[in-house]
């Protein structure tokens, strides 16, 4: 464990945008947090919650041409706990053998945790954490006069090692400081969650048995497609025929045509197993399948939903 | 490797089944081999890309063919391919017919209209080692005797060792076979549910209807295989369209057994 002062961080992001490009979560209003990339003189802050786009479409675009692109070498520092969870689904399904070419794995994760969060953030009642504890390359803690930074992998080491004078051992008074600081966001997110918590082991029988509860909000879904467009958890597309290649456009499967078939058969041509599908994948096929849950708790599905769905009350609902 | 990326395949020769029905006789710019039940993605060049399951046998190296019925923006446009023209081709795709699982056991081939097509490949890697499979029972349905695709080979497959036993929903002066719906000709043939297995392939509605039937006579679940149909786009389990379940259809089938998907709802839709 590493300490790195303010100064020492200046110099840091400094000395790595020469051979880097970087992106990091800037304020933009007292509920919106948006990626910008550095540019000179400016400065670095991690305090805060997460972005209102989610940090999967540094790895991948909304619609891009299939065809191999010069990649700046990229770093992205302050992703949140909610964006490494997501990434962790996408890498499963993206770089499951045969593996897709596009997907960018020499992206450098630098994330952060979580200082404050946002009125829909919900993570704590699937039991996650406001902070990410693997799947990163480095991760930083806000202190007062700088950040504790742990390391996560090999590249980040490098990293690291490359700027060694700018760190220092990190002491357990910073330590005990970080342990106190992720404690208390993380109780504070709770108790906006009033202590709730989702049972995930019996979900499916309770989905089961409150499927009406689909009814009660999917009437207010317009398939606008939000929810799956700002998920960190959501990954899929449409491969249509491009110039050269294909090219892949975001798909939704709250789309009505998304699951239709040649000759117009569509399981999902109705608007409540579309919207319960969501769910359905998220927290059942996903961790079937891949071992993970399709959701992180960020709550991005409900600042985006046009219907003003709130995510948190269904799964709670489907709890009661 | 570009798993998106396929190759040039050239079409051979067309052959009209049906009204709406065509056969394309493809040979790829490579060797391209596959096991029977695994499928293709099939592109027509800046116009779009539709999945197949080959119907040819897996033995042809050289070529191999695709019957492909005429239903949307994708099929219209290969309907419309002549002689010579070039397409694209990725796969294989999917997991094929477990044939070691057929071994010694009475099979039993179920298809309806256009769903012969994967059928015919099986059919045709099966009568090749006919002595392994006890018994080959084909049972096949189509509306009218007009619809019925690859009319001129059931001779043949019959030659060869197949049990065939054919209906249509509407029979024609000509047709002296059964008439009515593919399930009635569980009527006209004694099988051995204990040691069979079956193999169903059609639209979702003789899916669906074949399969109750196979059950109300004594197969297990986990002795039927079903060719799920799913608008597979990506083909490699990534983009999430074919999902049924937890299954991604591409990589997961496109064949499954009835007990693999027999609790997920909606899956004759």
Redesign the interface.
């Known amino acids: 464990m590493k300490f790195i002062g303010k100064e020492n961080f200046a110099a840091f992001t400094n000395s790595l945008s020469k051979k880097y490009e970087i992106f990091y979560p800037t304020k933009v209003n007292e509920q919106q947090y948006e990626w910008f990339k550095l540019e000179d003189g400016k400065e670095i802050s991690l305090e805060g919650f997460r972005t209102v786009l989610p940090a999967k479409y540094f790895f991948y675009s909304p619609r891009e041409n299939l065809v191999e692109k010069t990649k700046k070498q990229t770093i992205i520092f302050g992703l949140r706990g909610c964006d490494i969870r997501g990434l962790e689904l996408l890498k499963r399904i993206y770089l499951e053998e045969p593996k897709d070419p596009y997907f960018r794995t020499d992206i450098l994760i630098f994330s952060a945790d979580c200082t404050t969060f946002h009125t829909d953030c919900f993570c704590t009642i699937l039991g996650d954490k406001p902070f990410a504890e693997e799947g990163f390359d480095l991760n930083f803690s806000c202190l007062e006069d700088g950040f504790l930074v742990e390391v996560g992998s090999d590249r980040g080491k490098e990293v690291l090692d490359s700027h060694s004078t700018l760190f220092e051992e990190a002491t357990d008074i910073q330590k005990k400081a970080v342990i106190d600081k992720r404690t208390k966001v993380e109780e504070e997110l709770k108790k906006q969650s009033s202590g709730k918590v989702l049972d995930l082991q019996n979900l499916k029988e309770k989905i089961e048995k409150n499927r009406a509860v689909f009814e009660e909000y999917g009437k207010n879904c317009v398939s606008c497609s939000s929810c799956t467009n700002i998920c960190p958890g959501c990954f899929c597309f449409l491969l249509c025929e491009g110039e050269e290649n294909k090219i892949r456009y975001s798909d939704s499967c709250q789309f009505k045509g998304y699951a239709k078939v040649a000759g117009g058969a569509n399981p999902r041509k109705n608007l409540f197993p579309r919207f319960a599908n969501r769910v359905y994948c998220k927290f059942l096929y996903r961790p079937e399948a891949q071992g993970l849950r399709g959701c992180t708790g960020c709550g991005r599905c409900i600042s985006g939903c046009q219907g003003k769905i709130n995510f948190r009350e269904v799964l709670l609902k489907i709890q009661a | 490797?570009?798993?998106?990326?396929g190759i040039k395949a050239e079409i051979l020769d067309i052959i009209d089944e049906t009204p709406t029905i065509k056969t394309f006789v493809l040979r790829p710019e490579k060797e391209f081999s596959f096991s029977t039940g695994q499928f293709i993605q099939f592109?027509?060049?800046?116009?779009?890309?539709?999945p197949f399951t080959p119907s040819s046998s897996p033995l042809e190296k050289k070529k191999f063919e695709v019957t492909i019925?005429r239903?949307?923006r994708v099929?219209e446009s290969i309907h419309n391919l002549r002689r010579g023209d070039v397409v694209e081709v990725r796969g294989p795709l999917g997991k094929g017919y477990p044939l070691n699982e057929f071994e010694k056991k009475e099979v039993l081939i179920l298809g309806g209209g256009v769903g012969m097509a994967p059928l015919r490949s099986l059919l045709l890697t099966l009568l090749h080692e006919k002595q392994k499979y006890n018994r080959i029972v084909l049972l096949y349905g189509a509306r009218t005797p007009a619809d019925i695709v690859y009319k001129n080979e059931f001779s043949e497959w019959a030659k060869n060792g197949a049990e065939i036993y054919r209906s249509v929903d509407k029979g024609d002066d000509k047709w002296k076979e059964k008439v009515g719906v593919v399930t009635t000709l569980f009527e006209d043939v004694k099988l051995n549910p204990n040691n069979g297995v079956a193999i169903v392939c059609g639209?979702?509605i003789m899916m669906k209807f074949g399969t109750l039937k196979l059950l109300e006579i004594g197969y297990k679940p986990e002795n039927i295989y079903l060719s799920m149909?799913?608008?597979m786009?990506?083909g490699?389990?990534?983009?999430?369209?074919c999902?049924l379940?937890?299954?991604?259809v591409c990589k997961d089938g496109p064949v499954f057994k009835y007990s693999q998907i027999m609790d997920i709802e909606?899956?004759w839709?």
């Open positions: 490797m570009d798993p998106y990326k592109a027509v060049p800046k116009v779009g890309e539709s019925m239903v949307g099929t639209p979702p149909e799913k608008n786009s990506c490699i389990g990534k983009c999430g369209h999902g379940g937890k299954y991604f909606g899956i839709e």
